[in-house]
């Protein structure tokens, strides 16, 4: 049986930190689906996340569109379209877009992350 879902019904949450979009893809909710989380995210330019880990999943990004940088406890990475990066269980990670262009990505975690923590508990 296949289910799909319009674009404009999809769960989309805007941020109360900036400007980035998160549109939900793949969630308990939308495919009931707990075994994997997907997202697609933009950070329009000047947006950055707070640093934070998802417990015990892993988590991948592919990159779409435009340039950004994934900066996780040890280093800097410059992204761009067809980059595919990987965050591995408990590890701190954030994104910024420092760039004139909108930065856009494909989340996905492995399996559903049960939790966030955020490194500074009020920068969400």
């Known amino acids: 049986m296949v289910k799909a879902i319009a674009a404009a019904d999809l769960p989309r949450l805007r941020s109360t930190r900036d400007t980035r979009d998160r549109i939900d893809l793949v969630t308990e909710e939308t495919f009931g689906l707990t075994d994997l989380k997907a997202d697609r995210i933009t ?7 707070a640093a934070h880990y998802h417990l015990d999943c892993r988590h991948f990004f592919f990159v779409l569109d435009g ?3 994934l900066h996780t406890g040890e280093e800097s990475i410059a992204l761009a379209p067809g980059d595919v990066a990987l965050i591995e269980e408990n590890e701190v990670h954030w994104f ?3 760039y004139d262009e909108d930065f856009t990505f494909i989340e996905l975690w492995v399996p559903a992350p049960v939790d966030t923590v955020w490194v500074v508990p009020d920068d969400i």
């Open 96 to 98: 910024e877009n420092s």
């Open 43 to 49: 950070y329009h330019p000047g947006d950055t996340a």
């Open 67 to 69: 340039r950004g940088t």
